[in-house]
């Protein structure tokens, strides 16, 4: 069965530091991946994904994750954080079919 | 381009009612789309799948009579939460897939706030 663990529940880092937030995943073969970023109150937002090739991936707002199969993760990156990165981010899954797995989530708070 | 649209964003209605939230694909079509459930503080609960002109296919311990859903064209799918009770309350979500080259991405809507008061 496939999973998705993000080990991290709550993160804080200061504006302007460096971020990474932590996925791992458990799949048979190479896994479609995804990163979503949800605001409070509202839907979620496709910050970048993994199909295939260059396994460092570039999303949107200034976000990057690199695919490492031998460590089964897909870390998400961000060089310069600021107060409106502050959100909930979920790493998912997909089997190559169309359903998700999500991990738990991953609350970021930024201080000032 | 893929944008998802959901409505209401927020509902509050009494406990016996019945509330329907709407799902639409707006730039795409979306041959199946997908209905989550949020607790706070929680990840996303997959309650259904719903494929255009057919039933939906229900995870396990999600009533079908409770939650129907219909999906009866290819942008637009509908959630009819039916005689509400308090513990329906939560967030729910729905997503479109948009499928391409073999690849399949999920597109979220805003998400629907219902308190059954």
């Known amino acids: 069965a496939q999973s998705v663990t993000q080990p991290d529940i709550h993160i804080t880092v200061s504006e302007g530091a460096s971020l990474e937030l932590r996925c791992n995943y458990s799949?048979?073969?190479?896994?479609?991946l995804f990163w979503y970023v949800q605001s409070p109150g509202q839907g979620l937002q496709l910050l970048l994904k993994?199909?295939?090739?260059?396994?460092l991936v570039q999303g949107i707002k200034g976000f990057e994750a690199e695919f490492k199969r031998s460590q089964s993760s897909f870390n998400l990156r961000k060089p310069s954080v600021h107060w409106s990165d502050a959100a909930e981010y979920f790493c998912?899954?997909?089997?190559?079919?169309?359903?998700?797995?999500f991990g738990g989530g991953t609350r970021l708070m930024v201080k000032p | 381009g893929a944008v998802v649209s959901q409505h209401p964003s927020r509902v509050i209605c009494k406990s016996g009612t019945s509330v329907k939230i709407e799902c639409r694909s707006l730039?795409?079509?979306?041959?199946?789309m997908f209905w989550y459930r949020q607790f706070p503080k929680q990840s996303l609960m997959l309650m259904a799948t719903?494929?255009?002109?057919?039933?939906?296919?229900?995870e396990q311990g999600v009533e079908k009579d409770k939650f129907l859903i219909n999906h009866a064209s290819l942008t637009l799918s509908t959630l009819t939460v039916t005689s509400a009770h308090p513990e329906d309350s939560s967030f729910y979500i729905c997503?479109?897939?948009?499928?391409?080259?073999?690849?399949?991405?999920?597109?979220f809507g805003a998400g629907t706030r219902l308190s059954v008061l």
């Open positions: 997503s479109a897939d948009l499928a391409g080259g073999g690849k399949n991405i999920q597109y």
């Open positions: 799949y048979g073969a190479t896994p479609y």
């Open positions: 993994y199909f295939s090739g260059d396994t």
């Open positions: 998912a899954l997909n089997n190559a079919g169309n359903m998700l797995t």
């Open positions: 730039d795409f079509q979306a041959t199946t």
């Open positions: 719903s494929n255009e002109g057919s039933k939906a296919t229900y």
